[in-house]
Every structure is written in C-alpha cells, then in structure tokens.
T-cell receptor
Framework: GQNIDQPTEMTATEGAIVQINCTYQTSGFNGLFWYQQHAGEAPTFLSYNVLDGLEEKGRFSSFLSRSKGYSYLLLKELQMKDSASYLCAVRDGNYQLIWGAGTKLIIKP | ETGVTQTPRHLVMGMTNKKSLKCEQHLGHNAMYWYKQSAKKPLELMFVYNFKEQTENNSVPSRFSPECPNSSHLFLHLHTLQPEDSALYLC??????????????FGPGTRLTVL
C-alpha cells in the first residue's frame, strides 16, 4: 500500500530553526508537495520538489531524496504565525496526491 | 470573489436530511476535487473531476453524490448520512494534474456535523 509518514507534533522556539521530516512509499512518484494549514483554515501550498535537492523560498526550504523516499521542510527564523499543521503529499504514478496526516507545529515564545 | 469558495461554511444535519455542499473556483482551472478531513487523519480524496468528467471515485459510499455541471462549479449532495461522516469537507482545484507542479488550491471547507 501507499504510505506517508510524518511526526504528529513538534515544538520549537520563536527565532529558532525546525526541520519537519516526511518519508513515503508510493506506487510511482511525480513530485512531493508541502502545504501549511492553520487551524480552521484551508491548506495553502508551500513548496514542490520533483528532483533531488534543496528548494529555497525565503524562510522555508524543502529537500527531497527520491532514492531514500525522504523529504524535509526546514523553517528558519520561526515566528509565532508559523504555528500550524504542515502537510506532506506525494503525487503517485497515477498523478493522484497521497497525503500524510500532517505535523502540528507549536511555536513557543 | 477570488480563489476557491465553499458554502455553507458550517452545516448541522440529521441523519434523514438531504443537503448539498457547493464549491466554486475562480482560477480558470480544469480539475476539481472533494476531500474529507477528519482530526489527525490524512486528507481523504473522495472525488476528482477533470474537464467536468469524473476521473476518480475512491470507494465513497453512495450517500455522497457529486455533481460537476461545469469546470467552475462542484457540488456534493448528501443524504442519509451517519454520525461518522462528521468532518471538514474541502474542495480544491488545479490545472491539469498531469504536468508540472500544478498545485491544488483549497477552499475554506464546510464543517459538517451529523446528529
């Protein structure tokens, strides 16, 4: 079966750096997405990786290793507004998105 | 209106009621999706429409019935639901999912409670 694993919850301090990991086993691979979802709101797109390596976008970076079935989302200079759930999703061989359960990130002052 | 809109935002219904959820996208996309989101569970894809044609039905019970009259509108008709159907129902849209990132844009969701 297809599976996406990510930690349920993480806690970090304002101003620090946090890395949220995602491992996947899917039938085929056509890209990996990270979304942010604040409580009670819609998920919003953060990043897309289809080739190995690091994609940087401001304070957020996303890394992919296809051979290891592994990705991480790196958040730098954490702000209180970064408190949210972060969803990892993989587009499989049929171009359908397989979603992880999300990582709830709690930022403390 | 911009982006993806959903109505109603909240819905409480009894198990014998019939109701409909509405989704509209103003992004010119050709694919639309219904998802179910339950607490601490992955998003569950329910239905996919591409150019108004249903391309995916992930073993969803028949008490959920989708309708896509055109590329901008998507409905989810509900009847004789069960309490376990209580969840957040999210609509999303994207360009052709087969090429490029073509990320999905989500609406704010309908919080459904079945009594």
């Amino acid at each position: 079966g297809q599976n996406i694993d990510q930690p349920t919850e993480m806690t970090a301090t304002e101003g620090a750096i946090v890395q949220i990991n995602c491992t996947y086993q899917t039938s085929g691979f056509n890209g990996l997405f990270w979304y942010q979802q604040h409580a009670g709101e819609a998920p919003t797109f953060l990043s897309y990786n289809v080739l190995d390596g690091l994609e940087e976008k401001g304070r957020f970076s996303s890394f992919l290793s296809r051979s290891k079935g592994y990705s991480y989302l790196l958040l730098k200079e954490l702000q209180m507004k970064d408190s949210a759930s972060y969803l990892c999703a993989v587009r499989d061989g049929n171009y359908q998105l397989i979603w992880g359960a999300g990582t709830k990130l709690i930022i403390k002052p | 209106e911009t982006g993806v809109t959903q109505t109603p935002r909240h819905l409480v219904m009894g198990m014998t009621n019939k109701k409909s959820l509405k989704c509209e996208q103003h992004l010119g996309h050709n694919a639309m999706y219904w998802y179910k989101q339950s607490a601490k569970k992955p998003l569950e894809l329910m239905f996919v429409y591409n150019f108004k044609e249903q391309t995916e039905n992930n073993s969803v019970p028949s008490r959920f019935s989708p309708e896509c009259p055109n590329s901008s509108h998507l409905f989810l008709h509900l009847h004789t639901l069960q309490p376990e159907d209580s969840a957040l129902y999210l609509c999303a849209s994207s360009q052709d999912p087969g090429t490029g990132p073509n990320e999905q844009f989500f609406g704010p969701g309908t919080r459904l409670t079945v009594l």
